[in-house]
Structure formats: structure tokens, C-alpha cells
């Protein structure tokens, strides 16, 4: 399966500020996903991004808040614009690999906003 | 930790013991199931997944069932050990607008008793 490498792994940043979160992939994928868990709940999925287009935001989240870069098939971005405590969050991104290892994901970004 | 699982349903079992834990999905139409396994301070971890055109799948000490007429998805763990200790989620395919796409369930957290 493809491994993930996300960064940073946690942030803490003031409020009004903006974090750009960067997820790189070992191999090729047409597919990348960026998922919000708030604490102690499920994760949700905020948007998809296939490169040389632009992402699809689930109902709830904008590209104006949760602006995504896809520059190409290993590379993907998801920023977290003026922020404020209630986006304090995990933000993990996640790929389709292909082969029965369903999707796969990286270990997450812990942001809290203060 | 990092609080995954802090509000949601807990399931506490016995070591040794088997587990199974429950999920309802809720597109009918979906036709692709995970389970996931995510640990405190990681990223989900592909556990087992099934096609709709399927009813059971066993794996390695554990079994999903899909039940598609009450939409309906168990994961069955044999003999819990405490590295099994982790919030279990259900996941489904569902493709939306042409776009495949993840959606997770609620999440239950399994606690393993000495």
C-alpha cells in the first residue's frame, strides 16, 4: 500500500493566522482526500482533490476557507484560512491506492488554534 | 492521548474474548466497505474490507459481515488481545457526482479488559 507522509504532524496557532498542511505520497495516485476530525468524534470528509482540477468540497466546507493545492499525482496541500478555535482539529489526507487495501491515510496534523 | 473515541459508544471486552462491533451505513447504494482501526495519536489503519457482492470475508483472527438488506456491517475480532484496544470505524464507498469517495461511520471504541 502507499505510504503518506503528512506534515507538520501538530501546530498550534493563533487566531486570524493560517496553516498550510502538506501531504507527499510514494507513488503515483489520481485520487487524494482530506478528511477533519474533531476531537473525540469521526472523521468527516472536506473535500477531494484529483490533480489538474480543481477539488470537490463536501456540503459545509469552501475552497475560500480550505483552499487545496494539487500540483501533481504525489503532491497535495489543504490550507486552514483565518482561523479560529473551532477549527482546532486532526487533518488527515488520504489516498486510493488501488489493490484491497481500501484507502490509506496519513497519520494526521494536530492543529489547535488558541 | 489525543482523545480519539472520547465521545463515542465504548465496547469493553474480556481478553481473549471475541469482539464484535456493529455499524449501519446508510447508502444503499454503496458498494465497497472497510474497517478501520485507529490508535491514539495515529491515522486509520485498514483493518478488512468487503464488496457488496459479498456477505462474509475473513481475515487474519478477524471477519466482517455485510448485511445489505438492513444495511448493516459487523467486524468480528477472535480472541481480543490488548493491542486490539483502539476506536474501530465502518467506512463506506459511495460514489457521488462521479467521484468515489469515503464516508465513515460513527466509530466505536473497543476497550480491552485484563
Known amino acids: 500500500s502507499a505510504v503518506i507522509s503528512q506534515k507538520p504532524s501538530r501546530d498550534i496557532c493563533q487566531r486570524g493566522t493560517s496553516l498550510t498542511i502538506q501531504c507527499q505520497v510514494d507513488s503515483q495516485v489520481t485520487m487524494m482526500f482530506w478528511y477533519r476530525q474533531q476531537p473525540g468524534q469521526s472523521l468527516t470528509l472536506i473535500a477531494t482533490a484529483n490533480q489538474g482540477s480543481e477539488a470537490t468540497y463536501e456540503s459545509g466546507f469552501v475552497i475560500d476557507k480550505f483552499p487545496i493545492s494539487r500540483p501533481n499525482l504525489t503532491f497535495s496541500t489543504l490550507t486552514v484560512s483565518n482561523m479560529s478555535p473551532e477549527d482546532s482539529s486532526i487533518y488527515l489526507c488520504s489516498v486510493e491506492p488501488g489493490g484491497s487495501y481500501g484507502y490509506t491515510f496519513g497519520s494526521g496534523t494536530r492543529l489547535t488554534v488558541v | 492521548g489525543e482523545n480519539v473515541g472520547l465521545h463515542l459508544p465504548t465496547l469493553s471486552v474480556q481478553e481473549g474474548d471475541n469482539s464484535i462491533i456493529n455499524c449501519a451505513y446508510s447508502?444503499?447504494?454503496?458498494?465497497?466497505f472497510i474497517w478501520y482501526k485507529q490508535e491514539s495519536g495515529k491515522g486509520p489503519q485498514f483493518i478488512i474490507d468487503?464488496?457488496?457482492?459479498?456477505d462474509k470475508r475473513q481475515g487474519q483472527r478477524v471477519t466482517v459481515l455485510l448485511n445489505k438488506t438492513v444495511k448493516h456491517l459487523s467486524l468480528q475480532i477472535a480472541a481480543t488481545q490488548p493491542g486490539d484496544s483502539a476506536v474501530y470505524f465502518c467506512a463506506e464507498n459511495t460514489e457521488m457526482n462521479r467521484d468515489d469517495k469515503i464516508i465513515f461511520g460513527k466509530g466505536t471504541r473497543l476497550h480491552i479488559l485484563p
Open positions: 468487503i464488496r457488496s457482492n459479498m
Open positions: 447508502n444503499s447504494a454503496s458498494d465497497y
